[in-house]
């Protein structure tokens, strides 16, 4: 019964930033290890980012590391994905997701409706 609402997607030039959101309601967030994922047209979803529930361990994808920061409040419910320098391969939909397993299970049981982000040349 968890909900995940993502938000602060839009379309920013090649080389801005974008901070995404993602809030949660009907769990017990401090207690969900939370990961991002994003889907590009005609691509698979992809894992991106996630932050451990709270210890406060993080994991990158290649294709963002070092440009990505993944952070969480959990007084606010709510994980962010600060994305700095973008490209345009960046651009995707982009999902938040709960994994409320051990760190590393890579099984995430809830989804947002996802927030796109389109990034222009």
């Known amino acids: 019964q968890v909900r995940l609402v993502e938000s602060g997607g839009g379309l920013v030039q090649a080389g801005g930033s974008l901070r995404l959101s993602c809030a949660a309601s009907g769990g017990t967030f401090s207690t969900y290890h939370m990961g991002w994922f994003r889907q590009a047209p005609g691509k698979e979803r992809e894992f991106v980012a996630a932050?451990?529930?709270?210890?406060?361990?993080?994991y990158y994808a290649d294709s963002v590391r070092g440009r990505f920061t993944i952070s969480r409040d959990n007084a606010k419910n709510t994980v962010y994905l600060q994305m700095n320098s973008l490209k345009p391969e960046d651009t995707a939909v982009y999902y938040c997701a709960a994994e409320p397993r051990r760190w590393g299970s890579n099984q995430y049981d809830y989804w947002g409706q996802g927030t796109q982000v389109t990034v222009s040349s």
């Open positions: 932050i451990s529930s709270s210890v406060g361990s993080t």
